[in-house]
């Protein structure tokens, strides 16, 4: 367990450090290197999923260039872990909310956080010259991706399941 929580921390900061990298890659890593937290809950527990992510999150605040991509990862690189809790929620609407909230507090504390630590004036050019319209446009269109990404968890740990766990439970005996 300690081995395979270890490569995954390993894997999960090199896919951190990409998005210093590659600028675009700067949203879409940390939501990968969270994906690589569904192994170790299948296989696992939460228990062992959550010092993963915290071990991640922490690597990644320290060796990253991409602080936007590392702060990211620590208020949403959780979800994974969280989303099934989440699932149980009923009526529908509730459970929605409840994401919607969670993806607008990490959204909001990333940036607030980001503009505390760096009040640099080139970390926040880019957002002035991008208007209000804009803004609420980047808002709405990175709710909808996290919303997409959520629905896509579902189908990787089934996909998981399905296919990988059996090989590696070959690979134990």
Do not use: N
Request: charge should be positive.
């Amino acid at each position: 367990m300690i081995a395979f929580c270890g490569m995954t921390v390993a894997l999960s900061v090199v896919l951190l450090l990409l998005g210093g990298v590659i600028p675009i890659a700067t949203y879409a890593v940390p939501m990968l290197a969270g994906l690589l937290l569904l192994p170790v809950l299948l296989e696992f527990c939460p228990k062992a999923a959550w010092t993963t992510f915290f071990a991640t999150a922490l690597l990644s605040l320290f060796l990253d260039f991409d602080k936007e991509a590392a702060f990211f990862y620590l208020f949403i690189g959780y979800y994974p872990i969280v989303k099934w809790r989440l699932d149980r929620l009923q009526p529908r609407i509730k459970m929605l909310f409840a994401k919607l909230t969670v993806f607008v507090i990490a959204l909001g504390m990333t940036y607030g956080l980001l503009a505390l630590l760096l009040p640099t004036a080139a970390a926040w050019q880019e957002f002035d010259e991008m208007g209000t319209a804009m803004m609420i446009a980047f808002v709405v269109l990175f709710l909808f991706c996290l919303m997409l990404y959520d629905r896509l968890l579902t189908p990787l740990a089934l996909l998981y399941v399905r296919r990988i766990q059996p090989k590696l439970k070959v690979l134990r005996k």
